[in-house]
C-alpha cells in the first residue's frame, strides 16, 4: 500500500522536526518535505506532490492563511492546519476551515515539545481522514463575500404557529463548521432551538459560536449548564464538555458537563442524541452532518425510534461520509439530503407540523 505523502510547514525548527518524527513513525505515512516558511513550501510542493499538507497558521514572509487561500484555488491539497490555543488563534482556525482546511491540531502555548508528543494519535489520525476527504474548492473571495451578505440580508421565510415543544438536534465532526454554518444561516429567527455538538478542542467553540452568531438571523452561543433552551437560539457544546437536554417543568434546559469521552468524543453527538431521545422523543428532529467515524449514530437510531424525524448529510456533499454512512447503516435517517437542501427540508417539516397544530385549534 503507498505511504500518505506529508509535507510540514511550520517556521519552528523544533515544531517541524517534531510533526516529521511523529509522521515518520507510521507505516502508512512518510514526510517527503519540511518547509519553514510558505514560500519554500510552494517549491516543495511543486516537486514532491504530497497527499496532505500540515500548515501551521501564524508564519513569515507570508501569512498561512494567505498560503491556504491561493492553495486551494490554483492546486487544491487536503490541509491539517496547526492552531494555537488562543482567541486569535481560534478565529484564524475557523477562518483556514472556511478556505477548504480539512480540520486542525491545537497545539500547546507552552511546552510544545511534550504537547505535540501526547497530540501524536490525533495529529496522525487527522492526516489519515485528511488524505481521503472530499476536498472543497475556495470560493472565490469577492463571490463569497457577496453570498455571505446576500444571506445575510435576506431573512429566511417564518415557519408559522408551531409548538415550543419542538428541538432541533445537529451533530457533526470533520467539516461539520461549515456543513453546520450552512444550515444555520437559512433558518429563520421563529424556528425551534437548535442545539448542538461539533468535535472541537476547548477554546475553539466560543469564537465558532460568536462567528456563526454575526452571520445567522437566530442567536447562536456557546451552552451554559442550566439555562432554558429557547426559539430562536442556538446551542453549541462547549469544548471539552458534553451537552444535553433535560426538562424542568414546561422548558427545556441544557446540561453542561464535564465526563469521560464516549466514542473517543466529549462533547459526544451520542450523548446529545440520546437525550433527545429520552427527553424529547417525538417533538425532536435530528440532523447528522460529515464527520469521521460513528459517534452518534445508534443515539440518532433511539431518536427515529422514540419518534423523531431524521435527516442525514449524503455522500457527495461531505467532506468526510463517516457518522452520516453509519447513520444510514443503523436505520436512523429517514431522508438522506445535499447539504444545501438540508435547511429547506428541516423548514417545510416544520411547517407542516405547524399546519397540523393550526388544524387541531
Excluded at 264 to 283: I, T
Excluded at 320 to 326: I, L
Amino acid at each position: 500500500m503507498a505511504k500518505t505523502r506529508v509535507v510540514v510547514v511550520d517556521d519552528s525548527a523544533l515544531v517541524r522536526s517534531l510533526l516529521a518524527e511523529i509522521i515518520n513513525r507510521q507505516p502508512d505515512m512518510e514526510c517527503v518535505g519540511a518547509a519553514a516558511d510558505p514560500l519554500i513550501a510552494r517549491e516543495m510542493i511543486r516537486s514532491t506532490n504530497p497527499d496532505v499538507i500540515t500548515l501551521d497558521v501564524e508564519m513569515p514572509r507570508m501569512d498561512g492563511i494567505d498560503f491556504l487561500g491561493k492553495l486551494m484555488r490554483l492546486r487544491p491539497t487536503p490541509v491539517v492546519m496547526v492552531s494555537t490555543l488562543t482567541e486569535r488563534g481560534a478565529d484564524v482556525t475557523l477562518r483556514a476551515l472556511e478556505l477548504g482546511a480539512v480540520d486542525f491540531v491545537a497545539k500547546p502555548k507552552i511546552g510544545v515539545s511534550d504537547g505535540l508528543r501526547k497530540l501524536a494519535e490525533e495529529i496522525t489520525d487527522k492526516v489519515r481522514i485528511a488524505a481521503k476527504a472530499h476536498l472543497r474548492r475556495a470560493p472565490v473571495a469577492v463571490a463569497a463575500a457577496a453570498s455571505t451578505e446576500a444571506t445575510a440580508r435576506t431573512t429566511p421565510a417564518a415557519i408559522g404557529r408551531l409548538s415550543t415543544e419542538k428541538l432541533i438536534f445537529i451533530g457533526a465532526s470533520t467539516g461539520g463548521t461549515e456543513a453546520t454554518k450552512e444550515v444555520l444561516m437559512h433558518l429563520p429567527p421563529d424556528c425551534p432551538a437548535v442545539v448542538i455538538t461539533q468535535h472541537m478542542p476547548p477554546g475553539f467553540t466560543r469564537s465558532y459560536a460568536a462567528r456563526l452568531d454575526g452571520l445567522c438571523r437566530i442567536r447562536v452561543a456557546e451552552a451554559r449548564d442550566g439555562e432554558r433552551v429557547l426559539p430562536g437560539h442556538a446551542y453549541i457544546a462547549p469544548g471539552g464538555h458534553h451537552l444535553s437536554v433535560e426538562r424542568s417543568g414546561a422548558n427545556y434546559i441544557a446540561r453542561v458537563q464535564v465526563g469521560e469521552p464516549v466514542n473517543r468524543h466529549m462533547p459526544s453527538v451520542e450523548v446529545l442524541f440520546q437525550s433527545a431521545a429520552r427527553v424529547v422523543g417525538p417533538n425532536a428532529l435530528g440532523i447528522m452532518l460529515t464527520g469521521m467515524g460513528a459517534d452518534g449514530a445508534r443515539a440518532m437510531r433511539e431518536m427515529r425510534d422514540a419518534g423523531s424525524y431524521n435527516l442525514v448529510q449524503d455522500e457527495a456533499s461531505c467532506v468526510v461520509f463517516g457518522m452520516p454512512r453509519e447513520a444510514i447503516a443503523q436505520g436512523a435517517a429517514h431522508e438522506v439530503l445535499p447539504l444545501t437542501q438540508i435547511a429547506g427540508r428541516l423548514i417545510e417539516r416544520l411547517r407542516s407540523t405547524a399546519g397540523m397544530s393550526l388544524n387541531r385549534v
